[in-house]
């Protein structure tokens, strides 16, 4: 998927992203990296709203499993189970989200879910700001597999 029809399938998908003007900068498999500007996610000390950088690191967390379970063609409810989230230092502007899959970690979920149809997998999204780790959240997503009806 191009980062373009990432930022579309979010926007149409979760209104949040939109109102939070998300874009995606680097869409695959493997990586993903979402890009929010601070001025609609402003709080009132001018710095990014906590919720905003949370949503963020969420929503990259949640795009790259959902991205490697669709090149995959593996049809599948994704959801997320729990977060925890590290806020490091102030973000003053246009921030990134970067999130990726650690193979270990992919076959490990791969095998669960052929094995219970259901599977748990951890993915950490780093918040870059200013060339420095801003934030970061650790999200464990459930994927759960259609059912075919019969």
């Known amino acids: 998927m191009k980062a373009s029809a990432l ?3 979010l926007h149409d ?3 949040l992203s939109r109102a939070m003007d998300v874009s995606a900068v680097v869409a695959s498999a493997e990586q993903v990296v979402l890009e929010a500007p601070l001025d609609p996610n402003i709080n009132v000390h001018g710095t990014m709203f906590g ?3 949370a949503t963020l690191g969420l929503l990259a967390a949640w795009s790259v499993l959902h991205l490697r ?3 995959e063609g593996i049809a599948n409810q994704l959801v997320i189970h729990r977060t925890a989230m590290e806020y490091l230092r102030p973000i003053e502007g246009c921030v990134r989200a970067a999130a990726q899959l650690d193979p270990a970690g992919w ?3 791969r095998h ?3 094995r219970r149809s259901r599977a748990r997998l951890t993915i950490i999204a780093e918040l870059l700001y200013d060339g420095q780790v801003a934030a970061r959240l650790t999200g464990e997503f459930v994927a759960m597999l259609e059912r ?3």
Do not use: H, Q
Request: no cysteine; net charge negative; glycine share 4%.
């Open 7 to 9: 930022t579309t399938y």
């Open 13 to 15: 998908r979760i209104p």
């Open 51 to 53: 919720g905003s950088v």
């Open 69 to 71: 379970l669709e090149t």
């Open 107 to 109: 076959d490990n979920f």
């Open 112 to 114: 669960m879910l052929d």
């Open 148 to 150: 075919k009806p019969a």
